[in-house]
C-alpha cells in the first residue's frame, strides 16, 4: 500500500509539470505556444491527451467565460490549465462587439473575414477614427478548484481595409499606433510584446512557474 501511495504521488507530481491549453481554436492555441515556449512546463492540449471538450461559453463577463473554460479543462485532465477570453471593443459601437466578437454575426457558418465586413458595415455611419481596443483576461485554474486571473489589453482603431497575413479574428483591420501596422502585419515576435493576448499571458507565466516549484 505504501508503495502504491508513493507511486501515485510521483506520478501527480510529475503531470503537474505539464499545462493544459484550454482552448480549441488554433490560432489562439498557436500564439500560446509561441508565448509560453521555453518555460519550466509542458503545454499539452486536451486533445492531445485524447479528451475532446467544448466549453459553452455562457459567462456574463471575460473573467468568467475563462473561468468556465480553464475550470472544465482542468477537472477533465487532472492538469492545471490556462484558457482566456478576449474580445474587440469598438468606441462608437458602445463597446460592441465585446463579449460576443467571435458571435457577433449572427450566422454559425460566418468566417472571421465574414465578421471583419459585418463590424466595418455597421462602422459606415460614424466617423473616423474608428477607435477601439482588444481586452483578454486569463484563468489559471488547478483541478482542486483554486484559480488566478491576470489580464492585458492593446489600443488601437479600426480601419476600413484589410492589411497584412497574419494572426486570426479582426487582426486584418485591427492599426496600432504609433507603429502603423495592423496587428496582423506584426512579426510574432512583436506580436508576443504588444498584443493584448500576449500581456496577459505574460502576466500568468509566474504563477505557473511558481506552480510549477511548488508541485516539484
Not at 500560446?32 to 467544448?54: D, N, P, Y
Not at 467565460?65 to 472544465?72: D, M, P, S, V, Y
Not at 460592441?96 to 449572427?106: I, W
Not at 477607435?131 to 483541478?143: D, E, G, H, N, Q
Request: aromatic letters at 8%.
Amino acid at each position: 500500500m505504501i508503495v502504491q501511495s508513493v507511486v501515485e504521488i510521483i506520478l501527480w507530481l510529475n503531470s503537474f509539470m505539464k499545462i493544459c491549453i484550454a482552448t480549441e481554436n488554433l490560432g489562439k492555441l498557436e500564439e500560446f505556444l509561441s508565448l509560453l515556449k521555453g518555460q519550466s512546463f509542458e503545454c499539452v492540449t486536451a486533445r492531445e491527451l485524447g479528451i475532446e471538450l467544448h466549453a459553452e461559453e455562457t459567462g456574463s463577463t471575460y473573467r468568467e467565460n475563462a473561468q468556465i473554460k480553464a475550470h472544465l479543462y482542468a477537472k477533465a485532465t487532472g492538469l492545471p490549465a490556462l484558457a482566456d477570453d478576449t474580445g474587440l471593443e469598438v468606441q462608437a459601437l458602445k463597446g460592441a462587439p465585446g463579449l460576443h466578437s467571435k458571435r457577433y454575426l449572427p450566422d454559425p457558418g460566418a468566417s472571421d473575414g465574414d465578421r471583419r465586413k459585418y463590424l466595418i458595415s455597421n462602422l459606415q455611419p460614424y466617423p473616423r477614427p474608428w477607435k477601439a481596443r482588444f481586452t483578454c483576461t486569463v484563468c489559471v485554474a488547478l483541478p482542486d478548484g483554486r484559480e488566478w486571473f491576470t489580464s492585458g489589453e492593446c489600443r488601437g482603431e479600426i480601419i476600413p481595409e484589410e492589411r497584412g497575413e497574419n494572426g486570426f479574428g479582426y487582426d486584418r483591420i485591427f492599426l496600432l499606433q504609433p507603429q502603423g501596422l495592423t496587428m496582423a502585419e506584426l512579426s510574432p515576435a512583436q506580436k508576443n510584446i504588444l498584443s493584448h493576448r500576449a500581456r496577459a499571458v505574460i502576466a500568468a507565466i509566474p504563477i505557473l512557474t511558481r506552480l510549477m516549484m511548488e508541485s516539484g
